[in-house]
């Protein structure tokens, strides 16, 4: 997926880019991908470029990458480590559409309907709306907040309850805090206010932490979701 080098017919090495050279990536499936591959986007996701035979090349901005995950056939498959999830801003749940939405799958997929695309923003105008959100001025007791709520979330650490210690064998690491800010910046935007509250931070909790926190083999016995635990410390 990062490319490779080929020998062209003039005898020199030549750089061809692969698919991560794109401004949005969706890695379908990815648990079916072996580690390599997974690897791979380490450094693409952190750092917006890759390193290649000792050549650093920047990536195109902006820069998104999306990745799904297959709940059922787990045999054969390799589970994202931890460190490579929490590059992963939101952790979404798919579940099967509405009545209405899978009709209108169906009516959409089913006909020789080829509908046209039309863009809606130039990549300019994606880059200024992220510089536009980061932007946002923040009140001092929201960032505490959320870096309260993060730190909750690991067992060792003086402020966690006896749920979280009972129920949870790591917690999220200082990106949850980042990314609470990020996204509670965004939805207070979305709703047409000029600056988050920690209800903002609560509209986003559950996205940016279920997939932060790892449950120990208590929890997955007596049924204890991460949205529980979440849910619980909000």
Do not use: C
């Amino acid at each position: 997926i990062l490319g490779s080098e080929i020998l062209d017919e003039n005898r020199q090495f030549k750089f061809i880019k692969g698919p991560i050279f794109s401004n949005i990536i969706l890695a379908d499936e990815i648990n079916r991908t072996p580690p390599k591959t997974q690897a791979a986007l380490l450094e693409a996701m952190q750092e917006r470029s890759v390193t290649i035979a000792g050549e650093n090349y920047k990536l195109a901005l902006p820069y998104f990458v999306l990745a799904t995950q297959n709940p059922i056939e787990q045999e054969g498959t390799y589970p994202l480590p931890e460190a490579q999830l929490d590059r992963f801003m939101f952790a979404i749940k798919l579940d099967y559409p509405s009545f209405e939405e899978e009709v209108q799958v169906v009516k959409r997929t089913t006909s020789d309907l080829n509908p046209s695309i039309n863009p809606l923003f130039t990549a300019q105008e994606i880059i200024d709306f992220q510089h536009l959100i980061r932007r946002i001025p923040v009140a001092d007791n929201v960032i505490e907040y959320a870096v309260t709520l993060v730190s909750k979330t690991r067992p060792d650490n003086e402020l966690s309850n006896e749920f979280v210690k009972n129920y949870l064998d790591w917690g999220a690491g200082p990106r949850a805090s980042q990314n609470l800010i990020l996204a509670a910046k965004a939805n207070a935007a979305f709703n047409g206010k000029f600056s988050p509250d920690i209800e903002d931070v609560k509209a986003v909790a559950t996205g940016i932490l279920r997939h932060r926190i790892i449950k120990n083999y208590k929890a997955d016995a007596e049924g204890i979701t991460e949205e529980m635990i979440i849910d619980k410390l909000i």
